[in-house]
């Protein structure tokens, strides 16, 4: 057995040609994760379910001719993890990184978990998140801490950490995750992937549920090729009528590398003041370089906005968002939820949330709008095709490093004594660390922009320190055009590690 060093397009394509059947390359994974996940990044395998429906995919190419073949799935028999969050398959567990869910069995199936199992996909497992998707990390009370496969105590980053640490350890040549504030950009980042965000409303949602944060959150993949990247975001881009978010058509059919030169902004600048690491700073150098070396042209400039305005807003839609979603889950449990129930972060979020009057909350949802105009006007009135930034203030460290402050906690644990102006600014306090560590990426959640982090530099001590690049909305395809382009010239660096077998 072998770890999967290749993109997934290329195992299906294997398994098309017949070099390889389904079951093997389900087997391989299954054995993967079962031996070798020194990550904690795997936390449910759905070994007998994958198998029999490999077996059926085998049966099925067993009757096929060369044409019908052909016409098969892009990613026909390829093994997948999935996202323990949101992403729910009918039958299975789906616990949300929480107790309160941990023996929560799912009715249904989300149209994003459908549309993988449509487009070929046999799912082997479910990977590691922090509960509810609230932290930059991957630890929980219930899972446990997911890390880097570069070794403990490093993170995997959050909130789809337990899927990128799976993905660049090649346990699965495929892994979904999910980014709400940077939740795909930032393990891309640490990891050393490829971590895109797509424009809001681009991907499938639903059923029932298609807002996901009002359009911050959005479901998609991390992935170790720019061919990939632009071949799920096809698969992906369908919405149901019901969905109240629909992005911009993609505008080819065909990845090339861009036709022209481009115009590129790039800054370093922390939107809420934070300072800036050494490490991010040079990673954003040595891809400049690059874009240069590449003939395009590169512009030191920072887009204005109010950087403390906004991760209020944010931090309020969070809040808001989770109170809405305990309220639903106490309905159906017949009960309050209690701090005995979820993690201390996680009560106040509900508890804050009950404190936002509604014209807050709008005022809030008002300003990502306001964020909006002024990242497009920036671009449109300088002449930019993009934003430059690295996507994560330094390499990956120490996952305890990341924690609030005992203060921080202390203000949680005794949110109920605390004045309403304060538990309304509380979570700037709580997350003050992991946001000055994750400055970048979270503003376009809020603004719907597509962004993707590229693995272009690594540090002396090998550690990833990713770039990422903004767009106008609707604008994936031209981000991917670039990111061929830098993967043509070899600067991209997203290939499989893992310490204990290469």
Request: aromatic fraction near 10%; hydrophobic fraction near 35%; glycine fraction near 8%.
């Amino acid at each position: 057995m072998t770890l999967f060093h290749h993109d997934s397009l290329y195992y299906s394509e294997k398994v098309k040609q017949k070099e390889v059947s389904v079951t093997e390359l389900v087997e391989r994974a299954l054995h993967n994760i079962e031996h070798y996940d020194d990550m904690n990044a795997v936390i449910h395998i759905q070994k007998d379910r994958a198998l029999r429906t490999a077996r059926e995919m085998d049966k099925v190419l067993s009757t096929l001719s060369s044409e019908e073949i052909k016409a098969l799935p892009p990613f026909y028999g390829v093994p997948i993890v999935v996202k323990d969050l949101g992403q729910e398959e009918a039958g299975l567990p789906a616990t949300n990184g929480s107790y309160l869910f941990k023996d929560y069995i799912a009715k249904t199936s989300s149209n994003f978990v459908t549309r993988l199992i449509e487009n070929g996909f046999v799912i082997v497992g479910r990977t590691n998140v922090p509960e509810f998707g609230f932290k930059m990390v991957t630890d929980s009370d219930l899972l446990g801490n997911s890390y880097a496969p570069f070794g403990r105590p490093l993170s995997s980053g959050g909130s789809s950490g337990g899927a990128a640490a799976a993905l660049k350890a090649g346990l699965v040549p495929a892994a979904s995750g999910s980014d709400g504030g940077g939740s795909i950009r930032i393990p891309a980042s640490f990891n050393g992937l490829i971590g895109l965000k797509p424009t809001r409303g681009r991907v499938t949602s639903g059923p029932g549920s298609y807002r996901q944060w009002q359009g911050a959150s959005i479901d998609f993949f991390l992935t170790k090729s720019v061919r990939e990247t632009y071949e799920l975001l096809k698969m992906m881009d369908v919405q149901p009528p019901a969905a109240p978010y629909i992005a911009p058509p993609l505008t080819f059919c065909e990845l090339t590398p861009p036709k022209k030169r481009l115009k590129i902004a790039y800054s370093a600048e922390s939107p809420i003041g934070s300072e800036v690491n050494d490490e991010a700073v040079k990673s954003l150098k040595y891809t400049v370089e690059v874009l240069e070396s590449l003939g395009h042209e590169v512009v030191e400039d920072t887009v204005s906005i109010d950087g403390q305005k906004a991760i209020h807003s944010y931090f309020t839609m969070n809040m808001v968002e989770t109170a809405a979603m305990f309220k639903s889950m106490e309905q159906s449990l017949g009960r309050e939820i209690t701090k005995d129930d979820v993690e201390l972060i996680s009560y106040g979020m509900y508890y804050a949330g009950l404190k936002v009057p509604g014209w807050m909350y709008t005022q809030s949802l008002s300003y990502w709008d306001t964020l909006s105009e002024q990242y497009h006007q920036f671009l449109d009135d300088n002449g930019y095709d993009f934003y430059l930034t690295p996507t994560m203030n330094g390499p990956t460290k120490d996952i305890d490093q990341f924690k609030p402050s005992d203060e921080a906690f202390e203000k949680l644990n005794n949110i109920e004594n605390l004045s309403d102006d304060e538990v309304s600014h509380i979570f700037e306090d709580v997350f003050k660390t992991s946001s000055a560590y994750s400055p970048y990426t979270w503003t376009l959640n809020l603004t719907g922009q597509p962004a993707i982090s590229l693995p272009l530099y690594n540090t002396d001590e090998g550690l990833p320190v990713g770039s990422m690049f903004i767009a106008r909305k609707g604008e994936e395809d031209k981000l991917l055009q670039l990111a061929l382009e830098i993967e043509n010239a070899g600067r991209l660096d997203a290939k499989v590690f893992h310490p204990k077998k290469r």
